[in-house]
């Protein structure tokens, strides 16, 4: 079993969308986990949001930034890496909000020696201007609710809502 996860969120200059992620980490069931943020650069206003977050954050956060020279996301990854400490590493984007359930799920997955991958679900962009300026905590929406909206042309893959049982050790 794996004690503490690190999860590695990627951003750069988007912190309306790093906001809501952070807001859905900090809802998670399980809370032996820390949040690393693997900055590409970004300005004043993201630096902000997360100064904001550790401040009122249960959650341990580290923050990895570099000087913004281009694309160098891969970059930011590695240096972010450096600061993880847990026995498992995720890695999401920036503007992938996560289920209350995303650290729980990923430490039942893990196997050692096995990568596990997953897929996102992509909103419209009318239903993620209106979260984002909502603020909506559309991560703790009921699954059905999530489905629904995906059927109805607001997300692609309405299945993803749709929770299977894990079948591992």
């Known amino acids: ?11 750069y200059n988007w912190p309306e969308a790093l906001s809501l992620v952070l807001k859905s980490l900090a809802d998670q069931k399980d809370r ?35 000087e913004d020279n281009g694309f160098r996301v891969a970059k930011a990854r590695n240096g972010a890496i450096g600061l993880c400490e847990g026995d498992l590493v ?4 920036g503007d992938c909000c996560v289920m209350p359930d995303f650290i729980t799920r990923h430490r039942k997955a893990a196997t050692e020696g096995c990568l596990v991958s997953g897929k996102r679900v992509f909103l419209k962009e009318r239903l993620t201007n ?19 909206t995906a059927l109805f042309g607001f997300a692609n893959r309405p299945f993803q ?8 050790p």
């Open 130 to 148: 209106t979260l984002l300026a909502r603020k909506w905590a559309f991560h703790k929406w009921p699954r059905p609710l999530l489905f629904l």
């Open 32 to 66: 032996n986990f820390e949040i690393i943020i693997a900055d590409d650069g970004s300005g004043d206003e993201t630096v902000q949001v997360i100064k904001d977050f550790v401040a009122t954050s249960p959650i341990p956060v580290k923050h990895y930034w570099h």
């Open 90 to 93: 995720v890695f999401i984007d």
């Open 161 to 168: 809502f749709i929770r299977l049982p894990h079948h591992g």
């Open 1 to 11: 079993m794996t004690s503490l996860v690190s999860v590695v969120v990627t951003t």
